[in-house]
């Protein structure tokens, strides 16, 4: 029997319970269907098969998720930190338990290989001890006494807080926004995305399993016009912390304005890697395609825009283009494969729809541009070459297995065309002159650079976009201030003199 038939077995078992009952909403503690009664269907990108039904939730859902975390917030914000700690750290306990359950769940559900996903569990464990370590001292100030007052700050939480979530690595964002909130001492409404129920369900369960009290996180699964809309309208709700496009945080800000909503926004991006004549050319070729290509290119940092000095650009892109050709396309269950399937037909539709854009335009299609089989939503890993920066394969995200290579002569061309795009989420930069990279990195407009390396993430680090790419920052202390209010008291240290009105 190969691993492929094993995983697949597998699969089958984790997936029985969700065949069985569909997804539910938890609100309060308690498993519910949509106040409705109304379903959707979630499928496999893998091959269109059917999954599960899950409760479509509207306002009325929201609602009840709002007033559930409304009624458990002062309880959760006046548990001592040590405690909290306690419960997060049971909660990666419990992540890491079933890391095989949520790998095998994440790859059926949204098409990502499981060379990657087996990491997933991993990884959104470390989340929530992360900031488990650092609920204990969320609330500390400062002193900033003046010549007649002792000034100090301390931080509360905001209150109920709404998480909406993209269908990227769904599992690992979800921990990611998720962690910091309840470490901080807010309660969350959680409305992932519709595409790609499976882990957030998986996910509540292990939080309650864990002794995280009834009501502290609430899951409304629905429609983005639906669940969504009503969950940014909601005036219980005191701020949104969102992952997902551009347009999409346009709206939330908009339906969130009348309830004067604090929004957190990790948004698109169209970032490029910017490859210098200079730089070791073999580690820039691994890190340019592991930056596009892994993740099935479903990925807000990938690096979708080659900029190539002209006078490296034909062997570079030769190197290119074979490796890219040898990328294997297949089964996400398959530890062979490095691509899989894109999560749905309206997404294929849309990274299929470049191929001939590019054409139209006049940039050459080097490799891929093909669709893999005729069942799922597999595509061959592309490349664009003979692009230019105003195209639209070189302004709009994309967001598949999709590169567009474009060549430039000076530093300075460099620099203009990789700051000329609407986002502003990550950059990369490949060169061995330090001066270079001290220039241009103080020049690129970008939330996160990296020199010399593909994206790493640090968890102490700021992650977060300029421009269309996002507002606030994720990591470290940053993810508190968005979770919490600042809060200041002045003490009188003696009897300074009051200005006399009317006396
Ligand atoms: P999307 O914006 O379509 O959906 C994201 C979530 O928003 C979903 O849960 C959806 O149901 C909900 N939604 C949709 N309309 C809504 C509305 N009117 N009100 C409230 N909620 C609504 O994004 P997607 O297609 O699921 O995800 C891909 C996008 O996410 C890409 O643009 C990608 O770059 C971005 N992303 C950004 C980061 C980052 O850190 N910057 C990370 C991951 C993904």
Same mark, same amino acid.
């Given at each position: 029997m190969s691993e492929l038939? =094993?995983?697949?077995?597998?699969?089958t078992g984790h997936l029985k319970r969700f065949r069985d009952t569909g997804i539910q909403n938890q609100i309060g503690g308690h498993m519910v269907p949509a106040h409705s009664g109304a379903v959707f269907d979630n499928a496999s990108p893998v091959d269109e098969s059917h999954i599960?039904?899950?409760a479509r939730g509207g306002a009325a859902d929201i609602d009840a998720a709002a007033k559930a975390a409304r009624d458990a917030f002062p309880a959760w914000r006046d548990m001592g930190g040590a405690e909290r700690r306690k419960i997060l750290h049971r909660i990666a306990d419990g992540i890491e338990a079933r890391a095989e359950e949520i790998a095998f769940c994440e790859c059926w559900d949204t098409g990502q290989a499981l060379r990657f996903m087996s990491k997933a569990a991993l990884r959104g464990a470390a989340n929530?001890?992360?900031?488990?370590? =650092?609920?204990?001292a969320a609330r500390d100030g400062q002193m900033l006494p003046s010549p007649t007052l002792m000034n100090v700050t301390t931080r509360l939480p905001i209150g109920p807080v709404g998480v909406i979530t993209p269908w990227n690595t769904p599992f690992m964002l979800s921990t990611w926004k998720i962690a910091p909130a309840l470490a901080a001492g807010c309660t969350i409404v959680h409305k992932p995305a519709e595409f790609s129920p499976l882990t957030a369900r998986l996910l509540v369960e292990i939080a309650e399993q864990a002794g995280l009290p009834p009501g502290v996180w609430n899951l409304v699964n629905g429609l983005g016009e639906e669940a969504g809309k009503a969950l940014s309208e909601h005036p219980d709700i005191k701020a949104i912390a969102f992952v997902g496009e551009s347009r999409t945080g346009s709206m939330i800000m908009k339906q969130g304005a009348d309830t004067l909503k604090r929004v957190h926004f990790e948004l698109g991006g169209k970032n490029p890697v910017v490859v210098f004549d200079d730089a070791d050319l073999d580690r820039a070729l691994d890190a340019v395609i592991f930056m596009i290509y892994s993740l099935n290119g479903e990925r807000c940092t990938s690096a979708s825009r080659l900029l190539i000095q002209s006078n490296i650009a034909e062997d570079f892109l030769g190197k290119l283009q074979a490796r890219v050709d040898n990328i294997r396309v297949g089964h996400p269950l398959d530890p062979e494969t490095e691509v899989g399937p894109l999560i749905h037909k309206t997404h294929f539709d849309k990274v299929v729809s470049y191929f001939d854009k590019a054409r139209a335009d006049g940039a050459s299609i080097a490799a891929g541009g093909t669709r893999v089989g005729d069942k799922?939503?597999?595509?061959?890993?592309?490349l664009f070459t003979q692009a230019t920066n105003d195209m639209a394969i070189a302004q709009e995200e994309i967001f598949g297995p999709v590169l567009t290579a474009i060549t430039f002569d000076t530093e300075a061309d460099a620099l203009r065309m990789a700051n000329d795009t609407p986002y502003g989420l990550a950059g990369y930069v490949w060169t061995n002159d330090l001066a270079r990279a001290l220039r241009f990195t103080n020049e690129l407009e970008a939330g996160m650079i990296w020199v010399n390396s593909e994206?790493?993430?640090h968890l102490p680090t700021p992650f977060g976009g300029v421009k269309a790419s996002g507002i606030g920052r994720d990591g470290g202390d940053w993810s508190f201030d968005f979770y919490m209010e600042q809060k200041h008291i002045g003490f009188a240290t003696g009897q300074h003199s009051i200005p006399r009105l009317g006396a």
């Amino acid at each position: 029997m190969s691993e492929l038939s =094993r995983n697949i077995d597998k699969l089958t078992g984790h997936l029985k319970r969700f065949r069985d009952t569909g997804i539910q909403n938890q609100i309060g503690g308690h498993m519910v269907p949509a106040h409705s009664g109304a379903v959707f269907d979630n499928a496999s990108p893998v091959d269109e098969s059917h999954i599960c039904t899950v409760a479509r939730g509207g306002a009325a859902d929201i609602d009840a998720a709002a007033k559930a975390a409304r009624d458990a917030f002062p309880a959760w914000r006046d548990m001592g930190g040590a405690e909290r700690r306690k419960i997060l750290h049971r909660i990666a306990d419990g992540i890491e338990a079933r890391a095989e359950e949520i790998a095998f769940c994440e790859c059926w559900d949204t098409g990502q290989a499981l060379r990657f996903m087996s990491k997933a569990a991993l990884r959104g464990a470390a989340n929530f001890r992360f900031f488990a370590d =650092r609920a204990p001292a969320a609330r500390d100030g400062q002193m900033l006494p003046s010549p007649t007052l002792m000034n100090v700050t301390t931080r509360l939480p905001i209150g109920p807080v709404g998480v909406i979530t993209p269908w990227n690595t769904p599992f690992m964002l979800s921990t990611w926004k998720i962690a910091p909130a309840l470490a901080a001492g807010c309660t969350i409404v959680h409305k992932p995305a519709e595409f790609s129920p499976l882990t957030a369900r998986l996910l509540v369960e292990i939080a309650e399993q864990a002794g995280l009290p009834p009501g502290v996180w609430n899951l409304v699964n629905g429609l983005g016009e639906e669940a969504g809309k009503a969950l940014s309208e909601h005036p219980d709700i005191k701020a949104i912390a969102f992952v997902g496009e551009s347009r999409t945080g346009s709206m939330i800000m908009k339906q969130g304005a009348d309830t004067l909503k604090r929004v957190h926004f990790e948004l698109g991006g169209k970032n490029p890697v910017v490859v210098f004549d200079d730089a070791d050319l073999d580690r820039a070729l691994d890190a340019v395609i592991f930056m596009i290509y892994s993740l099935n290119g479903e990925r807000c940092t990938s690096a979708s825009r080659l900029l190539i000095q002209s006078n490296i650009a034909e062997d570079f892109l030769g190197k290119l283009q074979a490796r890219v050709d040898n990328i294997r396309v297949g089964h996400p269950l398959d530890p062979e494969t490095e691509v899989g399937p894109l999560i749905h037909k309206t997404h294929f539709d849309k990274v299929v729809s470049y191929f001939d854009k590019a054409r139209a335009d006049g940039a050459s299609i080097a490799a891929g541009g093909t669709r893999v089989g005729d069942k799922g939503y597999f595509v061959r890993p592309t490349l664009f070459t003979q692009a230019t920066n105003d195209m639209a394969i070189a302004q709009e995200e994309i967001f598949g297995p999709v590169l567009t290579a474009i060549t430039f002569d000076t530093e300075a061309d460099a620099l203009r065309m990789a700051n000329d795009t609407p986002y502003g989420l990550a950059g990369y930069v490949w060169t061995n002159d330090l001066a270079r990279a001290l220039r241009f990195t103080n020049e690129l407009e970008a939330g996160m650079i990296w020199v010399n390396s593909e994206n790493v993430r640090h968890l102490p680090t700021p992650f977060g976009g300029v421009k269309a790419s996002g507002i606030g920052r994720d990591g470290g202390d940053w993810s508190f201030d968005f979770y919490m209010e600042q809060k200041h008291i002045g003490f009188a240290t003696g009897q300074h003199s009051i200005p006399r009105l009317g006396a």
